[in-house]
């Protein structure tokens, strides 16, 4: 089955920028949506943005509206989720995942449904 690959973790102090790439390809056209989750030490996952590859409308959760924004390159089968004026708190795994929609993945953020990939750490500490 394919797998979504992260990659562009890293540690950076408050307030950088930093900007994860997934790439993603051989999915049916069923798993319409494709998002980042992310899961806090110690806490549980939990869905980030989305962006739906039929219509491009994104979700985001309320924590990151302002600061994080997703794209998508059609062509090269990627998303973006660009990260501005990171926070403490936004230290996580950051997973990528494609499913049926874009409101199951963040309300599930559950690695058992659709695809996801390993996750790619971010740090953010001074």
Not at 87 to 108: G, N, R, W
Request: aromatic residues 8%; charged residues 20%.
């Amino acid at each position: 089955q394919a797998q979504p690959v992260e990659s562009g973790g890293g540690l950076v102090q408050p307030g950088a920028s930093l900007t994860l790439s997934c790439a993603a390809s051989g999915f049916t056209k069923n798993y319409d949506a494709i998002g980042w989750l992310r899961q806090p030490p110690g806490k549980e996952r939990e869905g980030v943005s989305c962006i739906s590859s039929s219509d491009g409308l994104t979700e985001y959760a309320d924590s990151v509206k302002g600061r994080f924004t997703i794209s998508r390159d059609k062509a090269k089968n990627t998303v973006y989720l660009q990260m501005n004026n990171l926070k403490p708190e936004d230290t996580a795994v950051y997973y990528c995942a494609t499913d049926h929609s874009c409101d199951i993945l963040m309300l599930t953020a559950d690695p058992r449904f659709g695809f996801w990939g390993q996750g790619t750490q971010v740090t953010v500490s001074s």
